[in-house]
């Protein structure tokens, strides 16, 4: 495939985007995050394209928003399938921001992982995100708008015990949406990355039915959303979704990985990560 072309005037800045009638198309809708997310989006006027592989639960979420599903479409579809993730963009239509939500647990000793689960997880975590965009780039380059949403996370920064799978999709994200923002920088789309913390009610910890590290705090899924749309209609790169505490930590283990590991190690974090990791073993 061929290089999309820019319109004219390629010197054009990214800018950012009223979400009022805008199609939006998100993966893993159905979960905890997922469902914050579309709320904040259909209240902000979009048009949800909702994803993910359960459609009872998909259509029972379209129905629930703002204009139900008369105005929202839904889409099945299990990103851990070869092929799956293009073939999602393609169903969609057109789709003017893509928020890719998905995420298969990716916690446990690297040994733990059958070769089946280490594939779905890069697949589901990585590899669907870059797919989706990589089928959006040509219409959002040549409309002169548009914009990526990624959701990552603190596990993007800092790494931690028996998340190495984990760690890598979401470092992996990071890298991407820095420098796939500076390709579409010029023709006027955007790429954000949204990364949260320790959220309660939703996210890895509340479905593992295990407790976040003590002392450190929670977010909450609604935060998240907030900042996925304050993301697209700010054009920002990247929004942490955590309490100061916890940002500053991760800013610091981010800058100092050695030491990150030796607080680590000396904080009980390996007893938190084996029961996190149990509570997910059958989610992967």
Aim: some cysteine.
């Amino acid at each position: 495939r061929s290089p999309p072309k820019l319109p004219q005037g390629a010197d054009t800045l990214a800018r950012a985007m009223d979400l009022e009638g805008k199609r939006v198309l998100l993966s893993g809708a159905t979960g905890g995050l997922g469902r914050a997310i579309a709320a904040e989006m259909a209240d902000q006027g979009a048009v949800l394209l909702l994803s993910s592989r359960r459609e009872e639960e998909l259509r029972g979420l379209a129905s629930s928003l703002p204009g139900g599903a008369r105005r929202h479409e839904v889409i099945v579809s299990d990103l851990a399938q070869d092929g799956a993730a293009s073939e999602l963009v393609r169903e969609a239509g057109d789709v003017d921001v893509l928020i890719a939500n998905a995420a298969l647990p990716g916690t446990g000793r690297l040994e733990s992982f059958s070769e089946q689960e280490v594939v779905r997880a890069l697949r589901v975590n990585l590899e669907a995100p870059i797919m989706m965009a990589r089928e959006l780039v040509p219409a959002f380059a040549n409309k002169g708008a548009g914009h990526v949403v990624l959701i990552a996370s603190l596990a993007g920064k800092v790494g931690s015990p028996r998340s190495s799978i984990y760690n890598a999709t979401k470092f992996g994200l990071r890298g991407f949406a820095f420098a796939l923002r500076e390709d579409l920088h010029p023709c006027g789309a955007g790429v954000s990355i949204v990364s949260p913390g320790f959220v309660r009610d939703a996210g890895m910890f509340h479905d593992a039915e295990s407790a976040a590290p003590p002392g450190l705090g929670t977010t909450t899924p609604r935060k998240v959303a907030r900042a996925v749309s304050r993301a697209i209609r700010r054009n920002r790169l990247e929004i942490t979704v955590a309490p100061r505490r916890q940002r500053f930590i991760s800013e610091v283990g981010y800058r100092h990985p050695r030491l990150a590991s030796r607080i680590q190690r000396g904080g009980g974090a390996d007893r938190v990560a084996e029961k996190l990791a149990a509570g997910q073993a059958a989610k992967r």
